[in-house]
């Protein structure tokens, strides 16, 4: 369950002061699928950022499965971006020259996890996305929808909250797209919230929910209907 | 999250920039290496030192005041009475050995040969022992001779050079005309450096054939039993001579009392400031590594500041990003450290088993420990402070900084 109250996020360039949110308030249930769409500036990174416990708003509340997230210091929220949050980037944020399995292991090893299970749990999270004969690769041998997907594996390894994903198919050719967008439907098919950050259409098809923001405010918030791809107005 | 995980991804990071690693580490290879094979060396200097002139720690030359004492009236002379008094071992318990010596010169005069002018030490069986004086060919002469009056010589190198065109082996057994009594050489003594203008003969041969002098010495070389007892051995020399030349006030004094130990430890702690010295001249190459390993860890957190993003984003605390390039660079400079060491303490051993062989007298370089561990411990400390400040600053990044970073 993931609640924001009021939250503004503003930034001071100068004498220049930028609402990149203002007064958002937003609820997403657990097992959801949401698209948050927009054009740039809109605020769609800002809300990615402080949805992703990356950065904390200038004032308001979130609440991240009971906990206030909004006002807790770096090293906490470095904790609550381990356990409770699974990021997938863009730009895929593989780490160079480590193996497919390390890098899926990561977050355990920041968790405090120990090797053995460790090993063991990145190694299912690979084949949950289809990658079980890949573990030893280096990420530079991958194509991109697999370095994707080795991403997601690493999402999913520390069995989060929620799964946030940042244009995830920006980087991407229409089939790696399709393929992608499929896995992230199963995941939330099997109870996953996931909230994907995006600014196409097609992608935004596959969420149960499409956000729009425009100027750090949320302009429409339309529900696609179960399994239909067609929306209506909530 | 352990260390030892962190120290697996920081090992990584070093074996992804194998090059880079190996020659920021040479730096401190170089440096370590260096002061450990300088201070060797300057070890083996003061040992060698030590070794030479270690025997003479103990030895107290008495001489008498020239001319008028202090005091005024006739300086009294050094006699044969007062070395039978300092040989008491009731009243000097800390003096071992008390060897007597008279000096003049004397003109050496080969037979159908050159002549040459030089001076003469007249003294007893136990001078060159007392001296550390080697002989290069030859003997010493006996208590006999000594006793019987002897005609025997022994003489520095530099007669030898005179009348025997340096050929040591020549002059031995030969007779030599020292003013008008015919002498026997038994022996060549070794070059010193100091005293080499010399012949050596028994005390009474000296006074009855050459100087005269009655029962007059020209000086006394004492020794005390152990260096510990120098300054003892100094005390009872002086005051059992005071005490028979009738002296109350120490500036009425008619002899000097002089302890040859306190111009060793001079030298010898001059020698060990040189051997600092040279240390800290190595040390600057260490100071130039360092730098060299901060300037590598600045580059690497640069160029991985969207690593650091990453690992941030999932989860990774200040703590272990700081610990993670911290480990770096003490692997770096550690690591440099124990290859130093390794080189520094091989070139050392390989000088100390062949420059000897190669140039005689050379002391052997010896290893010292302390630099051993110092400058492994300084390798460590140079890692934790050249990797402190690039290794803050990574950690301080801030994840969506980081990450946007191209």
């Not at chain 1, 079980?132 to 999913?156: K, T």
């Not at chain 2, 007059?216 to 007892?229: N, Q």
């Not at chain 2, 306190?262 to 001059?270: E, G, I, K, R």
Request: charged residues 20%; contains cysteine; hydrophobic residues 45%.
């Amino acid at each position: 369950m993931i609640e924001l109250e009021a939250v503004s996020k503003l930034y001071r360039t100068g004498p220049i002061k930028v609402h990149a949110l203002s007064a958002v308030d937003l609820t997403i249930d657990e097992g959801d699928f949401v698209a948050i769409m927009g054009p740039s500036g809109s605020g769609k990174s800002t809300m990615m950022n402080v949805l992703g416990c990356l950065d904390v708003p200038t004032s308001g509340k979130y609440m991240l499965n009971g906990i206030d997230v909004s006002k807790l210091r770096e090293n906490r929220l470095a904790e609550i971006r381990n356990r409770q949050i699974g990021f997938v980037f863009q730009s895929f944020n593989l780490i160079a020259r480590t193996s497919a399995a390390r890098n899926v292991e990561l977050p355990l090893i920041y968790a405090g996890v120990g090797r053995r299970s460790r090993r063991a749990r990145a190694r299912a999270a690979l084949e949950r996305v289809g990658l079980g004969d890949r573990q030893n690769h280096m990420p530079n041998e991958l194509s991109g929808g697999q370095q994707q997907r080795v991403a997601i594996a690493r999402a999913l390894v520390t069995d989060p909250a929620m799964i946030l994903a940042d244009e995830p198919t920006g980087n991407l050719d229409s089939a790696s797209t399709v393929e992608i967008m499929r896995l992230l439907v199963e995941l939330n098919e099997t109870g996953r919230t996931v909230v994907l950050i995006t600014h196409e259409n097609e992608v935004a098809g596959f969420a149960k929910r499409v956000i729009e923001l425009r100027d750090g405010k949320i302009v429409r918030d339309v529900s696609n209907g179960v399994g239909s791809g067609v929306g209506g107005e909530r | 999250m352990n260390l030892l995980e962190t120290a697996r991804i920081a090992l990584r990071g070093l074996r992804a920039n194998r090059l880079r690693s190996a020659l920021t580490t040479l730096g401190i290879v170089i440096g370590v290496a260096s002061v450990i094979i300088l201070v060797a060396l300057g070890n083996g200097i003061q040992s060698g030192f030590n070794d030479i002139f270690g025997s003479l720690a103990t030895q107290i030359t008495v001489t008498p005041t020239q001319g008028s004492a202090p005091s005024g009236g006739r300086a009294r002379d050094l006699t044969d009475a007062d070395l039978e008094a300092l040989q008491d071992s009731a009243k000097a318990p800390n003096v071992e050995s008390i060897t007597p010596v008279v000096g003049g010169t004397g003109l050496l005069q080969l037979v159908g040969g050159g002549q040459y002018r030089t001076s003469i030490t007249g003294t007893t069986a136990d001078y060159l022992e007392v001296n550390a004086r080697d002989l290069q060919v030859g003997r010493n002469f006996t208590e006999l001779e000594a006793r019987t009056k002897a005609k025997v010589v022994i003489l520095g190198p530099n007669p030898v050079n005179e009348l025997f065109n340096g050929n040591a082996a020549a002059a031995l057994g030969r007779e030599i005309r020292i003013g008008r009594t015919i002498f026997r050489v038994i022996g060549v003594a070794a070059v010193s450096g100091q005293q080499d203008d010399v012949a050596i003969m028994p005390l009474g041969a000296a006074r009855s054939y050459l100087l005269g002098g009655g029962d007059t010495l020209s000086s006394m070389i004492a020794r005390a039993d152990s260096v510990a007892t120098v300054p003892a051995a100094t005390d009872q020399i002086t005051n059992i001579l005071s005490a028979r030349h009738g002296i109350r006030e120490p500036a009425e004094r008619d002899f000097n009392v002089q302890a040859l130990q306190s111009l060793l430890d001079q030298s010898s702690q001059f020698l060990t400031f040189l051997t600092l010295f040279t240390g800290a001249v190595a040390g600057i190459s260490l100071v130039v590594g360092s730098i060299g390993v901060a300037n590598i860890m600045l580059v690497t957190v640069t160029e991985r500041t969207r690593e650091i993003g990453i690992r941030k984003a999932i989860g990774a605390r200040r703590r272990a990003i700081l610990q993670q390039f911290l480990l770096e660079s003490m692997f770096l400079s550690g690591l440099g450290g124990l290859v130093g060491i390794l080189i520094g303490v091989g070139v050392s051993l390989a000088g100390a088993a062949v420059l000897p062989q190669l140039v005689p007298d050379f002391p052997p370089p010896s290893v010292s420990v302390g630099s051993v561990v110092l400058s492994f411990s300084i390798s460590l400390l140079i890692g934790l402070v050249a990797g402190g400040y690039p290794a803050n600053r990574a950690a301080r990044l801030r994840p969506i900084e980081a990450l946007r970073y191209q």
